[in-house]
């Protein structure tokens, strides 16, 4: 079975500008993950979806950080205005529903200069 | 929040065993999940444990003892392709949601 697509694999931007993140999880996983990984430290979870809905968000930076994911499947991570302390790798996953092995993209390397 | 704590990195031959300990805060605790990730690559899924004891699968093996929050992941036979990060991963209920530890860095030398 295809795996977690992600795109772009790369993004660098300039500080106060936007990026979006696009993810299509593997077919049939209703449970999408984004999480944040910076150089060095483990993943963190930025927001969990269970089909179209939002599970978990408590760890996403609200105030310029958004996620969706309009019909259960792609999902979109848009950050606006970016700051340096943004620069990382972010990562798509994806599971079965209450599936205990998660599902992880090649992810985005994003790069705030 | 929820922490864990595993050692940064570790230092092995090809061919030896490694063991790479992970301690976790109980609070809410489901299960432990190990997974392993190459420079520049995706995290992948290596094992799961929600009750106390050794699961093998391999070369790899993973134990969990609830009662000490503690868990490990042992490595044996090494080969230089084992050279990556490993995370231990908590979960915290069922719905899947997982914290990470920050990795442990294991460099396999000849």
């Known amino acids: 079975e295809a795996g977690v697509a992600q795109s772009p694999r790369y993004k660098i931007i300039e500080k106060r500008q936007s990026v979006a993140f696009w993810c299509n999880p593997i077919?049939?996983?209703?449970?999408l993950y984004w999480y944040q990984q910076i150089l060095g430290q483990g993943p963190k979870l930025l927001i969990q979806?269970?089909?179209?809905?939002?599970?978990?968000d408590s760890q996403l930076p609200k105030d310029r950080f958004s996620a969706e994911r309009l019909k259960g499947v792609d999902s979109t991570l848009k950050i606006q205005p970016a700051k340096l302390e943004d620069s990382a790798v972010y990562l798509c996953?994806?599971?079965?529903?209450?599936?205990?092995?998660?599902?992880f993209g090649q992810g985005t390397r994003l790069t705030v200069v | 929040g929820q922490s864990l704590e595993q050692p940064s990195e570790v230092t092995a031959v090809e061919g030896a065993i490694v063991q790479i300990n992970c301690t976790y805060q109980t609070s809410g605790f489901y299960g432990l999940s190990w997974y392993q990730q190459h420079d520049g690559g995706a995290p992948t899924f290596l094992s799961y444990?929600?009750?106390?004891g050794l699961e093998e699968t391999g070369r790899f093996s993973s134990f969990l003892s609830r009662s000490d929050s503690y868990g490990y992941l042992l490595l044996q036979e090494l080969q230089m392709k084992d050279s990556a990060s490993y995370f231990c991963?908590?979960?915290?209920?069922?719905?899947?949601?997982?914290?990470f530890g920050d990795g442990t860095t294991l460099t396999v030398k000849p």
């Open positions: 996953a994806s599971s079965r529903t209450g599936g205990i092995e998660a599902f």
């Open positions: 077919s049939g996983h209703a449970t």
């Open positions: 444990n929600a009750l106390d």
């Open positions: 991963a908590v979960r915290y209920t069922n719905a899947g949601k997982s914290t």
């Open positions: 979806f269970q089909n179209n809905g939002v599970v978990d």
